[in-house]
């Protein structure tokens, strides 16, 4: 399942981020605000337990999440969006999973992954920006599941329709959460009009796909 966000403040920074002018550090704060929004419109379905709790008065009803959240970045790009998710849910654990993609083949390269035990009790967060070929999540979310993973979910910034229609047919269990669909692919498996290689965007690095 897609969801596309129609959030107003979600619609204004992307346009930020698109913007080939935009430089490393506001795109970074961009991002973050983004991630922040994005993390609170994916959190809506979160199970809750119930907890009773002492005011200063008396006993209250009162609620915990009902399970551990673990948050994935995958690396580089999705470290752009790790702070604002521990913003929301600061009591989250986080994992890591190294990919890129090989520039000619386009297919993802698995260079790290180290994550919390608890994945299988877990509602766990893959977080990156690009969801291209989806090439990527696809190799993410089998890393996760291999490990135990059984909630999980996509959240990304921008999305081709070929890597939705991937993610669809490998993982139709994953929901996922991106601020916006884009037209599809150039001839070099970047997303247009995308806002070009997040990775370089976000540090500084490469040309950024122009
Ligand atoms: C980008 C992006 C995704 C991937 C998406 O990472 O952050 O992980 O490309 O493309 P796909 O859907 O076709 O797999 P990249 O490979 O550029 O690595 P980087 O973040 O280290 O620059
Ligand atoms: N990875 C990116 O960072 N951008 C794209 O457009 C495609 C893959």
């Known amino acids: 399942m897609l969801s596309v966000s129609t959030h107003p403040l979600i619609a204004h920074d992307l346009t930020l981020l698109r913007d080939r002018q935009t430089k490393p550090d506001a795109f970074r704060r961009a991002l973050h605000r983004i991630s922040q929004l994005l993390a609170t419109e994916a959190t809506v379905h979160l199970d809750l337990k119930g907890r009773s709790v002492r005011t200063p008065l008396e006993e209250a ?6 399970h551990p959240v673990i948050l994935v970045p995958v690396l580089r790009a999705g470290l752009g969006m790790i702070d604002a998710f521990l913003d929301i849910i600061p009591e989250a654990h986080v994992g890591h999973i190294g990919l890129y993609r090989n ?13 919390p035990d608890a994945l299988a009790a877990a509602d766990v967060f893959i977080l990156d920006p690009m969801l291209a070929t989806g090439g990527s999540a696809a190799a993410a979310a089998n890393i996760l599941k291999r490990q135990g ?9 921008v999305a081709a329709p070929e890597g939705v229609r991937m993610m669809e047919e490998m993982h139709p269990d994953i929901v ?3 601020a916006s669909l884009d037209h599809g692919l150039n001839e070099k498996g970047y997303i247009v009009p995308g ?14 796909g122009a």
């Open 176 to 178: 996922i959460h991106t």
């Open 149 to 157: 993973a059984r909630r999980l979910r996509l959240i990304t910034l």
């Open 103 to 115: 520039e000619d083949t386009l297919q993802p390269v698995e260079y790290y992954s180290k994550y």
């Open 195 to 208: 806002l070009g290689d997040a990775g370089d965007r976000i540090f500084g690095t490469g040309s950024a």
């Open 61 to 66: 009803d009162g609620w915990h999440l009902e």
